[in-house]
């Protein structure tokens, strides 16, 4: 049985949700603002939060970067706004999934099943990958570089651990912007460079000079050991 923490104000569509989750299987609990809904993400340690954006006390994207500052949880944003730069903003900001308004409980319960396999069926299997001075452990979502810590963003984490599990493979902004944004190829793209910035920039290199991580023009990047022969 999952846990589920509901981040909805509007008791129309809160209470509903609460009825079909439960009847899912789901053991769910509710709050109608953000700072209850980051108190009780915080006290009960739920298996996932469903969050809405338009909260009475503090805006959901808010809130979702007060999440990430410091849990891991996974988190589906559940909203009416259907612009695709909040999408992407959000999907950045550490959400795992994006639902628009309306949507069906079963729909919801789909992709809280997903996600819930994605965090923890695939890192409880998950290997620590070693490349060069690299080393990534995906249980404890800890990255260190010749043996110092790395301090990383939940996206540069997915990032770097995507790119780590194919090494000397060149993988394109498609396959990047579907497996770890979890967003079709389209006009997001940008997002996969500016991340790839942050993430060379926080590995010591930058595009101009890399160690670790090669962009191929035209086609996507390569992560390598430094030293290893192309």
Known sequence: MARLLLIE????????????????????????????????????RPDLVVLDLGLPDLDGGELLRMLRAVSSVPVIVATARDDEAEIVRML???????????FTA???????????????????????????????DPR??????????????????????????????VVTKRELLTEVWRVPYGGADKTVDVHLSWLRRKLGESAQ?????????????????PGSAR
């Open 9 to 44: 104000d509007d008791l129309t569509i809160r209470t509903p949700l609460l009825r079909a989750l439960r009847e899912r299987g789901h053991a769910v609990a509710a709050a109608s603002t953000a700072l209850d809904g980051l108190r009780d993400a915080l006290d009960d």
């Open 140 to 169: 404890a979502r800890q990255v260190t570089l010749d043996g110092a810590p790395v301090e990383l963003t939940p996206r540069e984490f997915d990032l770097l651990h995507h790119l780590a599990g194919r090494p000397g493979q």
């Open 209 to 225: 000079d890399p160690r670790y991580l090669h962009t191929v023009r035209g086609v996507g990047v390569r992560l390598d050991a």
């Open 106 to 136: 079963a729909q919801l319960d789909a992709r809280a099943r997903a996600v819930l396999r994605r965090s923890a069926g695939d890192s409880a299997t998950d290997p620590v990958l070693v490349v060069g001075g690299l080393r990534i």
């Open 92 to 102: 950045d900001a550490g959400a795992d999934d994006y639902l628009v308004k309306p």
